[in-house]
């Protein structure tokens, strides 16, 4: 279970972070996921905050359930707090 920073933010060690890191890479390869986004862009016809927008529609279903394991909660706000747990790093 992740450690808790004075404010009761989760926080991550680094064997942590990486594992974190791997479980998402592995997501991410996937050629499900990869033809989705790329079907995705293609539709963005390169707006990018069209290109933003559905990066993240596409990424927050496979983040929610990884950082969940970490503690931090599974919504776009725990995505940004899971983000700021590898500063350290």
């Not at 404010?7 to 592995?26: G, K, V, Y």
């Not at 033809?35 to 596409?58: I, M, P, Y």
């Not at 927050?60 to 706000?77: D, M, N, W, Y």
Request: glycine share 4%; net charge negative; with cysteine.
């Amino acid at each position: 279970r992740p450690s808790r920073t004075a404010n009761d933010t989760p926080s991550l060690t680094l064997e942590q972070a990486l594992e974190m890191q791997d479980m998402l890479i592995s997501e991410y390869r996937k050629s499900e996921f990869q033809e989705a986004l790329h079907d995705a862009w293609k539709v963005a016809s390169g707006n990018f905050c069209e290109e933003l927008r559905v990066r993240q529609t596409l990424c927050l279903p496979v983040q929610c359930p990884i950082i969940e394991k970490f503690g931090f909660p599974p919504t776009r706000h725990g995505v940004h707090l899971s983000v700021r747990a590898f500063g350290p790093y």
